[in-house]
């Protein structure tokens, strides 16, 4: 097996595992452990509350689904970028990765139900609206 088909191999397998733990309308909870000193780069470690009503922590899984790295006994994956929330992006592109095709629209979210609802549409057609965010 090639080094890519390998790689490949692994983020279907974080996406699968993500997929059987985190459902459209699902909360996932962040963390930032530490910021560059320029603001640029920061360390972000995720976490969902599973079935169980247990704290658990996907952000290996989440690493290697989105494509961020992450070194074996830090803390958290590094997430480049600045000048915005990087959590929420981190969020976003979980969203995306675990949701290409969007899914049921979220009545919750009035913002989100009002763009899809004016356009007449009863589905989300951006997966990374369907998971909503907390920091911790």
Same mark, same amino acid.
């Given at each position: 097996?090639?080094?890519?088909?390998?790689?490949?191999?692994?983020?279907?397998?974080?996406?699968?595992?993500?997929?059987?733990?985190?459902?459209?309308?699902?909360?996932?909870?962040?963390?930032?452990?530490?910021?560059?000193?320029?603001?640029?780069?920061?360390?972000? *470690?995720?976490?969902?509350?599973? &079935? *169980?009503?247990?704290?658990?922590?996907?952000?290996?899984?989440?690493?290697?689904?989105?494509?961020? &790295?992450?070194?074996?006994?830090?803390?958290?994956?590094?997430?480049?970028?600045?000048?915005?929330?990087?959590?929420?992006?981190?969020?976003?592109?979980?969203?995306?990765?675990?949701?290409?095709?969007?899914?049921?629209?979220?009545?919750?979210?009035?913002?989100?139900?009002?763009?899809?609802?004016?356009?007449?549409?009863?589905?989300?057609?951006?997966?990374?609206?369907?998971?909503?965010?907390?920091?911790?």
């Amino acid at each position: 097996m090639s080094k890519k088909s390998e790689k490949e191999a692994s983020k279907q397998d974080a996406i699968n595992a993500l997929r059987g733990l985190i459902k459209p309308g699902d909360t996932v909870y962040t963390i930032v452990r530490s910021c560059s000193r320029t603001n640029m780069s920061m360390r972000i *470690d995720v976490y969902i509350v599973n &079935s *169980d009503c247990e704290i658990a922590w996907i952000t290996p899984n989440v690493a290697t689904a989105c494509g961020y &790295s992450r070194k074996p006994g830090a803390e958290g994956m590094l997430v480049h970028g600045g000048g915005m929330d990087m959590c929420f992006s981190v969020v976003y592109e979980l969203g995306r990765t675990l949701f290409p095709d969007g899914g049921p629209l979220d009545k919750s979210s009035p913002a989100r139900q009002s763009q899809e609802a004016r356009a007449g549409k009863d589905r989300e057609t951006d997966g990374g609206y369907l998971l909503r965010k907390r920091d911790l």
